[in-house]
């Protein structure tokens, strides 16, 4: 992968309030990038409509070029204004689910956005978080902020402010903690095509929701592994992800006692949960753990999006107990 160069910076922490919204904001208007917290993961943001700002971002992850970023919107009024088209669903469905973790792939019909920001696709992903934090320093910018989640490219989300600082330290100016965050898993994005929403990665707002809405298709993205190559339809589905230092084994198992057979002898984590996973893989590679076994959930309601993070933190290695 190329490499990129980057700053060196102090980095600072300061907590989410009034004087952290207005430090973030002044930075961020000046074409710097922010960690901020969200309430499904830290996001590293910069302004969406400043190429450079964008460049930075890319530089600070070691992001791969070809994977687009959300644009993060303080409402829809605002996303009225980025030249994409507002479908009547997408006009439904952020009705009730924003401000929240449901990110909305819009076609491009003007060039507001940046082609940096959508590497060049037609479409640009959009969500309103639903973070108070967030909101504020969104609205004291003034424009919209792309924001990927706060880590080194390939490494497990961020969720607490600290895992920012221990992927990030020295390549950004500043990060807002806001605690941990509520969700833990990135946001669901959808792609919106007509009366019909595509979901290309699950999360905490899931396909039986949402059928209450639209008619629902789960993209075979969600399930299969791109990383080998191939056409995937969201571009982020071609990399490595989630991926600790650990080796990471997914386990489908009957019972618990199945489940622990196959895990003895290694760390485990036997009942996944969204808000904490991310965490416990950092903390197991903290305590230079070699192996990890994490059970499986069933791959529907809540327990798609784990499943889908499971295994490709797994890349992709499943073993059946
Ligand atoms: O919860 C979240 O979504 C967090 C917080 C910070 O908002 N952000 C996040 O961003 O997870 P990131 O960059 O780590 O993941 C964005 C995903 C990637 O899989 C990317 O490929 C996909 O969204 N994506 C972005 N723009 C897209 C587009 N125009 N078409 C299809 N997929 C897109
Ligand atoms: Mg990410």
Same mark, same amino acid.
């Given at each position: 992968?190329?490499?990129?160069e980057?700053?060196? +910076? ?21 074409? =710097? ?24 971002? %890319? ?12 644009? /993060? ?8 204004g ?14 009730? %689910?924003?401000?929240g973790?449901?990110?909305?792939v819009?076609?491009k ?20 978080p639903g973070c108070?934090?967030a ?18 490219? &390939? ?7 600290? /895992?920012?600082?221990?992927?990030l330290? &020295? ?15 990135e ?13 290309l ?8 929701r949402?059928?209450? +809405?639209? =008619?629902?298709?789960?993209? =075979?993205v969600? +399930?299969?592994? %791109?990383?080998?190559g ?8 071609? /990399?490595?992800h +989630? ?13 618990? =006692? ?25 903390? %197991? ?21 784990l ?14 107990a």
């Amino acid at each position: 992968m190329k490499m990129y160069e980057t700053r060196n +910076y102090d980095t600072l922490i300061k907590p989410a309030g009034i004087d952290g919204t207005v430090e973030a904001a002044r930075l961020l208007k000046s074409g =710097e990038v922010v960690a901020i917290p969200t309430e499904t993961v830290y996001g590293l943001a910069g302004n969406a409509l400043d190429p450079k700002a964008i460049a930075k971002i %890319f530089a600070a992850k070691g992001r791969p070029r070809d994977n687009p970023l959300i644009v /993060h919107a303080a409402d829809m009024e605002a996303v009225r204004g980025l030249g994409l088209e507002v479908s009547p669903l997408a006009v439904r469905l952020a009705a009730d %689910f924003w401000a929240g973790p449901l990110t909305m792939v819009m076609k491009k019909v003007g060039d507001t956005v940046p082609g940096e920001v959508s590497c060049g696709l037609g479409t640009v992903a959009v969500r309103v978080p639903g973070c108070p934090a967030a909101l504020d320093i969104i609205k004291a910018c003034g424009f919209p902020l792309a924001a990927p989640s706060a880590n080194v490219s &390939g490494a497990p989300s961020p969720t607490k402010a600290e /895992h920012v600082y221990a992927d990030l330290k &020295g390549r950004i100016p500043l990060i807002i903690d806001g605690g941990e965050c509520e969700v833990g898993l990135e946001s669901t994005v959808i792609a919106l095509e007509g009366d019909k929403a595509r979901i290309l990665r699950p999360g905490a707002v899931t396909a039986e929701r949402l059928r209450e +809405y639209c =008619e629902v298709v789960i993209d =075979e993205v969600v +399930y299969k592994d %791109f990383t080998g190559g191939g056409s995937a339809p969201s571009p982020g589905a071609a /990399h490595r992800h +989630y991926s600790p230092k650990a080796r990471v084994i997914a386990v489908t198992a009957d019972s618990d =006692e199945a489940f622990k057979a196959v895990a003895a002898g290694g760390c485990a984590i036997a009942d996944p949960e969204a808000r904490t996973l991310f965490a416990k893989l950092r903390e %197991f590679d903290e305590q230079g753990a070699k192996r990890v076994y994490i059970k499986l959930p069933e791959p529907n309601g809540a327990g798609l999006a784990l499943y889908n993070r499971i295994i490709r933190a797994a890349g992709f290695n499943v073993v059946k107990a």
